[in-house]
């Protein structure tokens, strides 16, 4: 079956340094999102991308839709404690794929004041 | 608008007894679909209602069923618990059209099998 390979696993940074994660697949998506959850809380979106090469922004976030619609990567900026949690990427295949996503492994992200 | 509300927070359950868990949706929201999230296997999607039909169905067993409402409530029910189905049950919403669709998903509610 489909499956999203998500690195790092963990990362450990000081506050004020910027992050980037990313996703690969070997399959093809039409949709990726990313996702953020804290401890005891269900994921929260952050960004969803629809178009390959599509790179969208959020505050000090931005994340790709990489061409070949098989990878994506998010990236942090300036980052502060409040950015502590794990982080998903997701993938939906449009029209067939009722509610359906592939999530990632998750990235946990650790930040030192 | 409120987000997407799943009750109960909480549930501690013994072996072989069911339970039923709900879901209510974000307003104007007619799709709901049910996660399962373990350490172990991760996010694992469970099933996914829209106008009370079930559209699409991940590999679980079917202890597992849902069902939705003419409200678009969903309810999830589990049978003959075993341990291994502790784990932390999300439901996520979307408007349901199938294409360029955003989940935006619930607080979960964590069950425990003893």
């Known amino acids: 079956g489909q499956q999203l390979n998500q690195s790092p696993q963990s990362m450990f940074i000081q506050e004020g340094e910027d992050v980037s994660m990313n996703c690969t697949s070997s399959?093809?998506?039409?949709?990726w999102l990313w996702y953020k959850q804290e401890p005891g809380e269900g994921p929260v979106l952050l960004i969803a991308l629809y178009k390959a090469g599509e790179l969208t922004s959020n505050g000090r976030l931005t994340a790709q839709f990489g061409i070949t619609r098989k990878d994506s990567f998010l990236n942090i900026s300036a980052s502060i404690p409040s950015d502590v949690g794990i982080y998903f990427c997701a993938g939906q295949i449009s029209g067939t794929s009722y509610g359906k996503l592939t999530f990632g492994q998750g990235t946990i992200l650790t930040v030192h004041p | 608008k409120a987000g997407v509300t799943q009750t109960p927070r909480y549930l501690i359950k013994t072996r072989g007894q069911q339970v039923t868990l709900s879901c209510s949706p974000i307003s104007g929201h007619r799709s709901v679909s049910w996660y399962q999230q373990t350490p172990g296997q991760g996010l694992q999607f469970l099933f996914e209602?829209?106008?009370?039909?079930?559209?699409n169905k991940g590999n679980f067993p079917g202890r597992f069923s849902g069902r939705q409402f003419s409200n678009s409530r969903s309810e999830m029910n589990v049978s003959t618990l075993e341990l291994g189905d502790s784990a932390l049950y999300l439901c996520a919403s979307s408007l349901g059209s199938g294409a360029d669709e955003k989940l935006f998903f619930g607080s979960g509610t964590q069950l425990s099998v003893l």
């Open positions: 209602y829209f106008s009370e039909t079930q559209r």
């Open positions: 399959s093809i998506f039409n949709t």
